[in-house]
């Protein structure tokens, strides 16, 4: 059984450009969510799908982001015209069930620097 | 909305010694609350959670915490600190009618030989 998997594991890149990373989530599991966390700070919610559908964006979710769940398999996050402040490591995980109760599994991260 | 804060961002114990972590939770509708710990350069695992079965909540390793409804409280304690104990450790809160998680801001524990 492979865990939740994300793509690339860094990623740097000039102010201004675009990058994308990817989430492939267990394959059983349902809900997808992404999440931001600088250093010295937790995770930061930003979005989750429940199957292919997002049903909940933060407002820290500007519109330079979106993400994209299309066959409600693996994710995308792209972040568009990228700024310092969006230096972080964004986090993936998944998780399963009808209820809220279950365990998130999370990958192991992609780190951006934005130069 | 719900919020969680964890007091004490970092926090050093001998090894062999009991360490306590500190979480306080805010939400308008029954909580579920978890903690999960982090290692350098992974990604988070589930330590234990609290789901309105027994307020003593034992998890992994021997770590185990207790729901407090009076004093909003989620602490996580464990007897007998390791050195592999090192770690981030975050506390988290989803409430009964939604599906988002919610992370404290961690707590960074160090284990001294």
């Known amino acids: 059984d492979t865990g939740v998997s994300q793509d690339p594991r860094h990623k740097i890149t000039k102010r201004g450009q675009n990058v994308t990373f990817r989430c492939d989530p267990i394959?059983?599991?349902?809900?997808l969510y992404w999440y931001r966390q600088t250093l010295g700070q937790g995770p930061e919610f930003l979005t989750y799908?429940?199957?292919?559908?997002?049903?909940?964006k933060s407002r820290l979710l500007s519109d330079r982001f979106s993400a994209e769940r299309p066959k409600g398999s693996f994710s995308t996050l792209e972040i568009q015209r990228t700024e310092q402040g969006d230096s972080a490591m964004y986090l993936c995980?998944?998780?399963?069930?009808?209820?809220?109760?279950?365990?998130?599994?999370f990958g192991e991260g992609s780190r951006l620097t934005v130069l | 909305a719900q919020s969680v804060t964890q007091l004490g961002s970092h926090v050093s114990v001998s090894e062999g010694a009991l360490f306590l972590l500190r979480c306080n939770y805010s939400s308008s509708v029954p909580p579920y609350l978890f903690w999960y710990v982090q290692y350098p350069n992974q990604g988070l695992q589930l330590l234990l959670k609290?789901?309105?079965?027994?307020?003593l909540v034992k998890g992994i390793n021997g770590f185990e915490a207790e729901f407090k409804k009076s004093e909003t409280s989620f602490h996580l304690t464990k007897p007998s600190a390791h050195m592999s104990d090192a770690a981030e450790y975050f506390c988290a809160v989803t409430h009964t009618g939604g599906f988002k998680t919610i992370f404290g801001a961690g707590t960074r524990l160090f284990v001294k030989a």
């Open positions: 799908f429940q199957n292919e559908a997002q049903l909940e």
């Open positions: 394959s059983e599991h349902n809900r």
């Open positions: 995980a998944s998780t399963t069930g009808e209820t809220n109760t279950g365990e998130l599994f």
């Open positions: 609290y789901t309105s079965a027994a307020t």
